[in-house]
Nanobody, 112 residues
Framework: DVQLQASGGGLVQPGGSLRLSCATS????????MSWIRQAPGKGSEWVSS????????NYADSVKGRFTISRDNAKNTLYLQMNSLKPEDTAVYYC?????WGRGTQVTVSS
């Protein structure tokens, strides 16, 4: 049974930081490229970032480039997203994704 569970969200002030984690099980994590997707209230889903299976190649949406860093620990079957210099427009539910599998998201709220 494939499971992906994002965690680490919360309420943070503009300019603050959060580190999201995505714990996975039920598939061979080290063979899958992984992505973070977010969905803001009343909006469609937005791709945020992706990382290849080995972790050596990453890509970012222009909206987060230079502020967010995606990484993975294949020994722990875990994906991460370090988010710095957060803005109110980063407010969304963040999901991790492997191929067609989505996990339960974590809410990130950026507000003063």
């Amino acid at each position: 049974d494939v499971q992906l569970q994002a965690s680490g969200g919360g309420l943070v002030q503009p300019g603050g930081s959060l580190r999201l984690s995505c714990a996975t099980s039920g598939f061979i994590f080290s063979t899958y490229a992984m992505s973070w997707i977010r969905q803001a209230p009343g909006k469609g889903s937005e791709w945020v970032s992706s990382i290849n299976s080995g972790g050596g190649s990453t890509n970012y949406a222009d909206s987060v480039k230079g502020r967010f860093t995606i990484s993975r620990d294949n020994a722990k079957n875990t994906l991460y997203l370090q988010m710095n210099s957060l803005k109110p427009e980063d407010t969304a539910v963040y999901y991790c994704k492997a191929a067609s599998f989505w996990g339960r998201g974590t809410q990130v709220t950026v507000s003063s």
